[in-house]
């Protein structure tokens, strides 16, 4: 792709507020002063937002505020006005019922953040995985010239000489408990080394697919999303950005120029090659809304299907993201991409230019972190799409996390109504399940839970743990953390608080799961599927008022992105009536 920067000098938006010597642009200009900022800042230069996610209460996030000084630097360096803007910041492990709630009301926010203000361009500083698909989103719906910068992960975990995966060794170690393989004093002991500096986690989980995410779509710098989050060279790669979004901004390089099919299609066979989280899902399809952008399941499985995962890395390998980082990172991963034939190398990046520039020269130090094609941990990596009557709107897997032995299965269907059902009875020893069962979980879609937490990965009975068995076929249309892994069907769609054929599964019903096939089959007649269907009531209550009704009312499903019906497409970047 070719692109034709926009000629320079010319009026910015902040010169809307800025710009002359009327009583309203003094108005503005007045009041922005009382900072200790002198009267030449105002005389044209970009205005440029950093839109920073930094929270106390967003661990991930919660060193946001010193790479902001570097950003800031960039920015003078390059001749822009830097001014720095809190925004939304939902943390997945401190925000409840689920920080999947909460992406759209922060992306909402910083839409409506970056049309209100006057700001020519934005850099978005995220981490937490909500945060980074969020300010995305947003900044598409303006299509103000933004760039990404992620607070990058945090150092390798260690625990008694073996690597401590972050979310990862939580689900192992907890169901190591229950098999009684486990004390919980040696669990508290591993606790301390799960997190030993700031970052996000640093297995390739949510965060750090959707790092991966931004790069591949060219939202980012080459190279920006493995450098850890202590390491000298993230300020550098804080500062470059800086630089660079005042040069988008003079050029009007946009999202939209950015975030075309081909990128889309770049950042799914992306996914595939680093084993991503199935969360990339529906973050990618609420994007691709974002900026309108046809992207639908049907791509994800089509595109994924003939990526090997080449990423040896948590919950897939057995490596974690410093090791990525020193290997080469992700400009290794799209080179080899490009040399596959899997890669558009003409989308263009927030560099201006095409993405296989980025890339081409790209070193593997590492070739058992990523491995050649010929020794990949899944030959056909990328997420699958299965579909049947259980699921007419589609449910994904990812097959790197999954076991061989269960990607086609026939088993019984032990049903849970809800997850609360599920905590009830999982412990008890007079459950009557067993290994070849199918585990089903009910109502913890977008509006059944409310938010679609990350439930899906159910942990095992424990008294099949005792058994020695680390896995079993689970069926929700909830998420799961990309730190989790197992053979784990999610986003079942249509969900079950809408009458989807999940609700109305019954224990004892028999399900066939075929992944190659690419099948998710209810095994009972087309008639009895009707009846039931015909028979079903909701058991979900809609709320009264607040956020949470208004989710409830046009949160859309798992099969589209879980965006809200009104805010498909782009809005633009009209500067607002002054009131003054």
Request: charged letters at 25%; a negative charge; proline letters at 6%.
């Amino acid at each position: 792709m070719t692109f034709k920067p926009a000629e320079w000098p010319r009026k910015l938006r902040s010169q809307e507020w800025y710009g002359g010597t009327s009583r309203d642009t003094i108005y503005h200009r007045g009041w922005l002063k009382n900072q200790g900022h002198p009267h030449d800042v105002f005389d044209g230069r970009p205005v440029i937002g950093i839109l920073n996610t930094w929270s106390e209460l967003t661990p991930c996030n919660g060193h946001l505020r010193e790479l902001a000084e570097k950003v800031k630097a960039g920015i003078w360096e390059a001749g822009g006005f830097p001014l720095e803007v809190p925004v939304f910041s939902a943390s997945e492990n401190t925000f409840r019922p689920t920080a999947m709630m909460y992406r759209n009301l922060a992306a909402m926010a910083v839409e409506e953040v970056m049309r209100a203000q006057p700001i020519d361009g934005a850099v978005l500083m995220v981490g937490c995985d909500k945060t980074t698909p969020s300010l995305i989103m947003g900044a598409a719906s303006t299509d103000i010239p933004s760039i990404v910068v992620t607070g990058g992960p945090m150092l390798n975990g260690w625990f008694r000489g073996e690597r401590v995966g972050s979310g990862t060794a939580l689900w192992q170690m907890s169901e190591d408990i229950k098999a009684g393989k486990m004390t919980q004093e040696d669990f508290l002991e591993a606790e301390q080394a799960m997190s030993r500096s700031t970052g996000t986690c640093n297995t390739m989980g949510t965060a750090s697919t959707m790092a991966s995410m931004a790069e591949a779509l060219g939202m980012a710098l080459s190279g920006n999303a493995a450098i850890p989050a202590v390491d000298a060279r993230r300020r550098v790669m804080a500062q470059m950005s800086g630089r660079r979004i005042v040069e988008m901004v003079r050029d009007d390089l946009k999202p939209s120029d950015v975030m075309t099919k081909a990128a889309f299609e770049n950042a799914i066979r992306t996914n595939g090659a680093i084993g991503g989280s199935t969360n990339a899902v529906v973050h990618l399809l609420a994007m691709a809304g974002r900026v309108g952008v046809d992207v639908t399941l049907d791509d994800w499985d089509r595109l994924g299907r003939d990526v090997p995962t080449i990423v040896n890395l948590m919950p897939s390998g057995q490596y974690l993201m410093e090791e990525f980082f020193y290997a080469g990172g992700l400009p290794v991963v799209l080179k080899r991409l490009g040399e596959a034939g899997m890669l558009n190398k003409d989308a263009l990046t927030v560099s201006g230019g095409p993405i296989w520039d980025e890339v081409k020269d790209a070193v593997n130090w590492n070739e058992d972190v990523i491995r050649p094609a010929d020794k990949a941990l899944a030959t056909s990596g990328g997420i699958a799409v299965l579909r049947g009557n259980l699921a007419p709107g589609g449910a994904v897997i990812k097959p790197s996390a999954a076991s061989e032995h269960l990607m086609v299965h026939r088993g019984r269907a032990v049903v849970f109504e809800d997850i609360d059902d599920y905590k009830a009875r999982i412990g008890d020893d007079a459950l009557e399940i067993d290994e070849t069962c199918i585990m089903v979980l009910k109502y913890c879609g977008p509006k059944g839970y409310p938010g679609m937490p990350e439930v899906g990965n159910m942990g095992l009975p424990p008294k099949l743990l005792r058994k020695g068995i680390t896995d079993m076929v689970r069926i929700s249309d909830a998420r799961m953390s990309g730190t989790a892994y197992g053979t784990v069907i999610l986003h079942t769609a249509p969900e079950a608080a809408v009458g989807g054929p999940l609700a109305v599964v019954r224990t004892g019903d028999m399900i066939e799961v075929n992944v190659p096939d690419r099948r998710l089959h209810l095994d009972i007649s087309e008639e009895e599927l009707e009846q039931r269907l015909a028979a079903w009531q909701s058991r979900v209550e809609p709320p009264a008022s607040g956020y949470a009704k208004l989710f409830h009312d046009h949160v859309e499903g798992a099969d589209t992105g879980v965006d809200f019906d009104f805010l498909k497409g782009c809005r633009g970047r009209e500067v607002p009536r002054d009131s003054h």
